[in-house]
């Protein structure tokens, strides 16, 4: 699953100038889920936000070692929220 969607993210990557691009990944409580959002914009545009993944809450213990594994691979910033 995670080279799933290291090669989701290659492929949503196509580098533009002034454009900045990172991963989110977000737990969802209510529903106990993981949803993995691909996000880019250009400076002074807004955020266009796609999602690219769908996890179980029971991986909630496997996504720091998960959001390493994008940077290393993909160089972009990984921001985990809602996981304290």
């Known amino acids: 699953m995670k080279n799933n969607i290291i090669a989701k993210i290659n492929d949503l990557l196509v580098k ?3 454009t900045i691009y990172a991963i989110r990944i977000v ?3 209510y ?3 993981i949803n993995i959002f691909f996000e880019h914009y250009k400076i002074g545009e807004a955020t266009i936000s796609q999602q690219i993944a769908q996890l179980e809450g029971s ?3 496997n996504m720091v070692d998960l959001a390493k594994k994008i940077t290393q691979a993909t160089q972009l910033r990984v921001e985990l929220v ?3």
């Open 16 to 18: 533009q100038p002034n």
């Open 82 to 84: 809602a996981f304290n």
């Open 59 to 61: 991986e909630k213990g």
């Open 27 to 29: 737990y969802n409580i």
């Open 31 to 33: 529903r106990d889920n």
